[in-house]
């Protein structure tokens, strides 16, 4: 569903492995990965060299306050969102909607709040990293799909929703998300 060419936006791109993938036989795609953690930046960027990856490039920066750049074909948030507060997930939309071209698609990958069980497997799971292993020291956020597309909505979007988690034990939704104004 990426556009198999045009400017595309990895915000929370941990170690870039989505990006290679999508960048594997697609010259025509310019993939900008944006982390937080330098290391993961770092660790991307090494890889991207040794495999010849030369359509991807890295920053590091907190997807809330990094510029977003100006006309771009496709924004990814791959499960990063429920990591943020609600008024930062809207801040993080509201930028996505600023940089879409007018047909830009905006994929939004995020932990569901049904079925119940995996729910709270995923919330447990999460939790557990934060604290324990002090990976991401936010709180942990997740939300149902009718407050998604509310936010999703209110920034100038409409979404489709697909339920992304048969034989997943995790709850697994993604919206695409195509802007209604120009």
Excluded at 24 to 34: C, D, G, K, L, T
Excluded at 76 to 100: F, G, P, T
Excluded at 137 to 148: F, T
Excluded at 158 to 167: F, M, N, R, T, V
């Amino acid at each position: 569903m990426v556009p198999a060419r045009g400017r595309i936006l990895d915000l929370g791109c941990g170690a870039g492995l989505f990006f290679f993938l999508l960048s594997h036989n697609a010259p025509e795609r310019s993939i900008i990965s944006v982390d937080c953690r330098l290391e993961r930046i770092r660790a991307a960027g090494r890889a991207a060299e040794t495999g010849g990856f030369k359509n991807i490039s890295f920053a590091h920066g907190d997807i809330v306050s990094f510029p977003y750049p100006d006309s771009t074909d496709c924004i990814v948030l791959i499960d990063v969102l429920y990591q943020l507060s609600s008024q930062d997930k809207a801040e993080v939309i509201r930028k996505c909607s600023a940089s879409l071209r007018k047909d830009g698609v905006l994929f939004v990958k995020e932990t569901g709040t049904s079925p119940a069980w995996k729910f709270l497997w995923c919330y447990f799971q999460e939790t557990v990293i934060s604290r324990l292993l002090r990976v991401n020291l936010r709180r942990v956020e997740p939300l149902g799909a009718e407050v998604w597309l509310d936010i999703i909505g209110k920034e100038g979007f409409s979404a489709e929703i697909k339920k992304i988690d048969k034989g997943y034990s995790y709850p697994h939704v993604l919206f695409i998300c195509r802007k209604t104004d120009a």
